[in-house]
């Protein structure tokens, strides 16, 4: 191998994607670390419009593009009612297949031509609208983007077959154990919050009509629940008259959907099986009642689940996957939205060992809350959370949509520039601090989906109900 390539090779083994211990030296022959790099934070112009949208723009040279993002709290898997479940996914998907003044074909050809393209997606706390254009078709795409989110008709045709694929992805996700063991959790982990019912059912698909998506849309898509994110080669004044001109006139029609209520926390751990008969591994699932990203905890907590579970090098993946063997990959760490969060860990292993993975995950929780992260683990992890945050908010599109999407779980704007200095300061006590409050095992809810010939060795980990297929 020749000299160049070896010394490449030799720095990735030594990063966090590598399988290589964090206090392992580094060859001499290497060059040290550069200096981290801050993010740079955005100069962000903001107002707020008189009917309530608010508006940022992100100025920045580079690829003459501009980059939209329409985000609309409220407007997501929080607000489907008990019959629903998973109702926001279908709605968003629907938003660019005809509006007012064009059909779904017409719309794709209109944004191709301006060199970009339109869509939407659904999360628990919104739906984003989000579009793309070269900069001097950013007037023009605005005011598609506005026609999309503001004018959807919800054509007969459109929503029949959005409909008939939703069954059809449906049948394909109910055969994955992964899916099945998720779902149970979030059902344990939220209860009959709307957080604990994110996935559709095939009764509340064929429930959905082009009625229901027009009432739905009235009532969760509101200026004043809305924020428009413009980024890339564009003057502030050009986007906020951009913005007025599109947006300006929007006005809220009828009652706005009711906020979604508080998380109450699971009261105790639980434990099932889900049956899959003649399985040759387990899915596991671990799980507790978390935070939401608004906490005081939250990035000691997010900085704790990187060294625990939160990439390649972690200690449940190296401990389960490098040392034992039991899995191809395992993870742990913490998920937090608007109004609540849980704690998650998952692994697929085979039936013989499920048992010693559960006890695994627990050594490894435990320990978190019991020792102090080395100084070579914690700097080793800070660079990885910090890269990696650099590298995906490299492209404007994506710093468009980090702004969106903290906007929509409640963190500020400033948070962008604010998360990696954060982070640099977290400490080995507060790491350990978060690992006592958040993972003792004793805390967690399991769920597992196999054959119930392991449940002899899950005995000592709880008394599992079992739900047959």
């Known amino acids: ?253 009828g009652a706005a959907a009711p906020d979604a209520p508080a998380v109450q926390p699971a009261a105790k751990p639980a434990f099932v099986m889900l049956e899959r008969p003649g399985s040759v591994q387990a899915t596991l699932r671990i799980g507790a009642p978390g935070i939401a990203a608004t906490a005081a905890d939250y990035v000691p907590l997010r900085m704790a689940s990187t060294i625990l579970g939160g990439g390649f090098s972690s200690r449940v993946n190296m401990n389960l996957r490098e040392e034992k063997g039991y899995t191809y990959g395992a993870s742990a760490g913490t998920i937090n939205y608007r109004l609540g969060g849980r704690m998650s860990g998952a692994a697929d292993v085979r039936n013989e060992v499920a048992g010693a993975a559960l006890g695994e995950f627990f050594k490894e929780y435990r320990r978190l809350g019991t020792e102090l992260v080395s100084d070579a683990e914690m700097q080793m992890n800070r660079r990885y959370v910090a890269g990696t945050y650099l590298l995906t908010n490299q492209l404007q599109r994506a710093v468009a949509n980090t702004l969106a999407n903290n906007w929509l779980i409640g963190l500020p704007a400033d948070f962008l520039g604010q998360y990696v200095p954060l982070v640099q300061k977290v400490t080995p006590e507060q790491v350990r601090a978060m690992g006592k409050k958040y993972f003792s095992p004793e805390a967690q809810s399991i769920v597992v989906v196999g054959d119930k010939a392991i449940l002899e060795q899950l005995k000592t980990y709880g008394d599992f109900s079992i739900q047959p297929k």
């Not at 005809?98 to 050809?109: F, N, P, T, V």
């Not at 999360?123 to 598609?144: E, F």
């Not at 506005?146 to 055969?175: C, I, M, Y």
């Not at 009625?211 to 809305?226: G, N, Q, T």
Request: hydrophobic share 45%.
């Open 1 to 253: 191998m020749k000299p160049l390539m070896l010394a490449v090779s030799l720095a990735l083994l030594a990063g966090p994607l590598g399988a290589v211990a964090a206090d392992t030296p580094l060859p001499a022959a290497l060059p040290a670390y550069g200096k981290d790099k801050p993010i740079p934070a955005p100069k962000i112009t903001r107002q707020t419009l008189a009917n309530g949208l608010e508006v940022w723009v992100v100025p920045r040279q580079g690829l003459p593009r501009v980059d939209f993002v329409l985000a609309v709290r409220g407007a997501g898997f929080s607000a489907d009612d008990a019959t629903h479940p998973g109702f926001a996914n279908m709605l968003a998907g629907l938003l660019n297949e005809g509006s007012a003044k064009h059909d779904s074909r017409a719309l794709a050809e209109l944004a191709q031509g301006m060199g970009g393209a339109i869509g939407a997606s659904a999360s628990h706390d919104g739906i984003s609208v989000s579009a793309n254009a070269l900069a001097s078709q950013a007037a023009p795409m605005m005011a598609l983007l506005a026609e999309v989110a503001r004018t959807p008709v919800f054509p007969a045709k459109e929503v029949a077959l959005a409909k008939g694929n939703a069954l059809q992805s449906l049948k394909v996700q109910e055969a994955q154990p992964g899916f099945r063991a998720t779902r149970a959790m979030n059902k344990l982990m939220f209860g009959e919050h709307p957080y604990g019912a994110v996935d559709p059912s095939v009764e509340s698909i064929q429930s959905v009509s082009e009625e229901l998506l027009r009432a739905e849309h009235a009532k969760r898509f509101r200026p004043d629940r809305s924020l428009l994110v413009v980024s890339g080669r564009i003057t502030p004044a050009e986007a906020l008259k951009l913005a007025k001109a599109a947006f300006g006139d929007w006005q809220a029609n």
